[in-house]
């Protein structure tokens, strides 16, 4: 079974994931980007939404940067998923206009198809970020 995320939750998910190593230290966007292999303009965008979200704090200046702002194991993946892909419609018909499906109203797919996302998000929310963070590299 194929189930996509976008390459901006994929993103997202990692720099979370880096950042719980060390969930109290502020990195750059620079840094994360670098490590990411990542264009930093289009991990700033994410990052700004995860400040938004609630899953990051960020600060200015020469020592600026993210760090996460709450401890790893109080971050749901699932919920991360949600608000990252918030936007995404996973087929024509979950789109927020109701995208141009001629099969409604008489498809019965997409009551399916959103039972099996709910699930694949839900069996998610059984990890934190803790479960699922790096080991610090050695040096």
């Keep these: 079974m194929l189930v996509t995320l976008t390459n901006y939750?994929?993103?997202?998910?990692?720099?979370?994931?880096?950042?719980a190593i060390d969930p109290d230290r502020v990195q750059s966007t620079a840094a994360l980007a670098t490590r990411l292999n990542v264009s930093r303009h289009h991990?700033?965008?994410?990052?700004?939404d995860l400040v938004a979200g609630g899953y990051l704090l960020s600060s200015r200046g020469p020592a600026g940067g993210v760090r996460l702002a709450k401890p790893p194991g109080e971050i749901r993946i699932?919920?991360?998923?949600r608000y990252l892909e918030r936007d995404q419609?996973?087929?024509e018909c979950f789109r927020a206009d109701g995208g141009q499906c001629n099969l409604?109203?008489?498809?019965?797919?997409?009551h399916t198809l959103n039972r099996a996302k709910d699930a694949f998000v839900e069996a998610l929310d059984e990890?934190?970020?803790?479960?699922?963070?790096l080991v610090?590299?050695?040096p």
């Design 9 to 19: 939750t994929d993103y997202g998910l990692r720099a979370l994931m880096l950042l």
């Design 43 to 48: 991990l700033a965008k994410i990052l700004i």
């Design 78 to 81: 699932g919920d991360v998923i």
């Design 89 to 91: 419609a996973m087929v």
């Design 104 to 110: 409604q109203p008489t498809c019965r797919l997409r």
């Design 127 to 133: 990890n934190s970020l803790a479960d699922m963070s």
């Design 136 to 138: 610090p590299a050695m």
